[in-house]
């Protein structure tokens, strides 16, 4: 906008400093002082340029107008000419038509300063100007719209980067709560229970309450900054706990499960925090079982009980809660995958299966290490 008001007042001004012919000034005059306003609001008019009749309208009229202006004005009014190939390549986004409309306003600028009599070097410069003005405009306008496109990218994925911080804050709540609140659940059912029959029985429970409250408390923490992330080993331990609150027994199974990578090792620790919790929460079940292998095909952690059998034939799908939901998310996030079905003889059933588990384990010792060793 200054660039366009400081090469055009200057013509404006010497309408009036300068002897002119009043024919030509009443023209020149209306039509600079439309002019200025008109070619701004197409130059700085929002990306991407609008395709509307109305910015067509536009565009043609300053165009028309440029031409016009330095036709009847002369070479006062070159800069008129110079727009008008600035707004032809602002205006057009396909390059072709840039380099075409530029091209014919620098024509019709040679052939009205040749009409001019001007010398070589300003024919010359006043046939340039448009091309390149149409250079600048079209390359301007391109940048905008790659910025503005960049900063709408952005702003999407800041929003998909809070939706999925949402989601894993959600899932896992879930799986810390969950499993923690249906054993401090468990454990006060049983404290009750045995308050008036065995007191030092319901004190114990009491004080396993205050204390999984307590480890609970330090999980949601840890979660909440993102840095917590649970071992195998300990929710297997957490996991016979939690059934045998329940009144479930528990065998487990877990061999080789030192060469685990720590993401494998996380994902299997979720399968089995995530399947005990359901256990003792919905199957009604005296019996479970807890496996967990790794072999040459990856991880596989398979968790079973023995409740009683649903309406739901084996191998049919299961309809996911959200617990089960989030393991099904976090399984995909490593290539694995999930099953989730009635077991054929009775009871439900768990599998978890990485393809990709072991951790990198170390090159061989030489001889005389290992024999020292």
Not at 1 to 24: C, D, E, T, Y
Not at 51 to 63: G, L, P
Not at 190 to 209: F, G, Q, W, Y
Request: charged content about 15%; aromatic content about 4%.
């Amino acid at each position: 906008m200054l660039l366009l008001v400081g090469f055009l007042i200057l013509p404006l001004f010497q309408l009036f400093s300068q002897h002119a012919n009043p024919v030509k000034a009443a023209f020149l005059l209306p039509g600079g002082l439309i002019f200025l306003p008109l070619t701004a609001r197409v130059m700085l008019a929002p990306v991407p340029v609008p395709r509307t009749r109305a910015a067509w309208i536009r565009a043609a009229a300053v165009v028309i107008l440029g031409i016009a202006l330095f036709a009847v004005g002369g070479w006062s009014w070159v800069t008129a000419i110079a727009f008008s190939g600035a707004v032809v390549g602002r205006s057009l986004r396909q390059s072709r038509l840039a380099l075409g409309g530029s091209a014919a306003v620098a024509l019709i600028a040679l052939v009205l300063a040749l009409h001019y009599h001007g010398d070589y070097g300003s024919t010359l410069t006043t046939a340039a100007t448009p091309l390149l003005a149409g250079f600048f405009g079209y390359t301007a306008a391109r940048r905008r719209e790659m910025v503005a496109r960049l900063r709408r990218t952005q702003d999407e994925l800041a929003h998909a980067a809070v939706a999925e911080e949402r989601l894993r804050i959600a899932r896992d709540l879930h799986d810390l709560l969950g499993h923690s609140l249906s054993l401090i659940t468990l454990k006060a059912e049983l404290a009750n229970r045995t308050m008036t029959s065995r007191p030092d029985r319901a004190a114990r429970e009491v004080a396993e309450i205050e204390t999984v409250a307590r480890e609970s408390l330090a999980q949601v923490r840890a979660a909440i900054s993102g840095y917590r992330q649970p071992t195998l080993g300990a929710e297997l331990a957490a996991a016979r706990r939690i059934l045998a609150a329940a009144g479930i027994g528990c065998t487990v199974s877990a061999p080789g499960t030192g060469d685990l990578t720590e993401e494998a090792d996380a994902l299997l620790a979720w399968t089995v925090r995530e399947g005990a919790t359901n256990i003792a929460r919905h199957s009604g079940a005296t019996a479970a079982s807890i496996t967990v292998s790794l072999g040459p095909g990856g991880a596989l952690a398979e968790i079973a009980d023995n409740g009683p059998a649903t309406a739901t034939p084996p191998g049919a799908a299961v309809r996911a809660g959200s617990g089960l939901a989030g393991l099904a998310e976090r399984a995909a996030a490593s290539d694995g995958t999930l099953t989730a079905e009635p077991a054929a003889g009775g009871g439900f059933l768990l599998r978890v299966h990485i393809p990709s588990a072991r951790a990198a384990q170390p090159g061989p010792t030489p001889a005389g290490t290992a024999g020292a060793a």
